[in-house]
């Protein structure tokens, strides 16, 4: 996955458009845009700013790391048995997942467990 793509379901995520992100973090809409095309690279001031709003670190933003900064040794371990249990032999009509959509879901299930995971 992308900068641009994480960025784009982060802000889809907290349901705000480019415009207001790029409020946010002191940059224009155009900006925005250009980072979730993967057309333009933020600054490191922009990469810290967003990971701050998103709370994730900027390793998460650059796809070295998808756990978010808060969680712990115990939540990533709880994330990799959830992973293990639900996504594995996921099918669709019976037929087998492409390698890009299991990468797809897996990304998706890691999302929506760190933000219920957060909450607990």
Same mark, same amino acid.
Request: net charge negative; aromatic share 8%.
């Given at each position: 996955?992308? !900068?641009? /793509?994480?960025?784009?379901? *982060?802000?889809?995520? $907290?349901?705000?458009?480019?415009? #207001? +992100? @790029? $409020?946010?973090?002191?940059?224009?809409?155009?900006?925005?845009?250009?980072? %979730?095309?993967?057309?333009?690279?933020?600054?490191? %001031?922009? *990469?810290?700013? +967003?990971?701050? &709003? !998103? =709370?994730?670190?900027?390793? &998460? +933003?650059? @796809? +070295?790391?998808?756990?978010?900064?808060?969680?712990?040794? $115990? =939540?990533?371990?709880?994330?990799?048995?959830? *992973?293990?249990?639900?996504?594995?032999?996921? /099918? &669709?009509?019976? #037929?087998? *997942? /492409? %390698?890009? #959509?299991? #990468?797809?879901? %897996?990304?998706?299930? /890691?999302?929506?467990?760190?933000?219920?995971?957060?909450?607990?």
């Amino acid at each position: 996955m992308t !900068f641009g /793509t994480r960025l784009r379901d *982060l802000r889809k995520a $907290k349901h705000i458009s480019q415009e #207001e +992100l @790029g $409020k946010v973090i002191h940059v224009s809409k155009v900006s925005i845009s250009g980072y %979730e095309n993967d057309t333009r690279e933020p600054s490191q %001031e922009a *990469l810290t700013a +967003l990971a701050n &709003y !998103f =709370d994730v670190t900027t390793d &998460y +933003l650059l @796809g +070295l790391n998808q756990t978010p900064k808060w969680a712990n040794e $115990k =939540d990533a371990n709880d994330l990799a048995a959830f *992973l293990k249990d639900n996504a594995g032999s996921m /099918t &669709y009509k019976g #037929e087998n *997942l /492409t %390698e890009d #959509e299991k #990468e797809k879901l %897996e990304i998706a299930m /890691t999302q929506i467990f760190w933000k219920r995971h957060k909450h607990d």
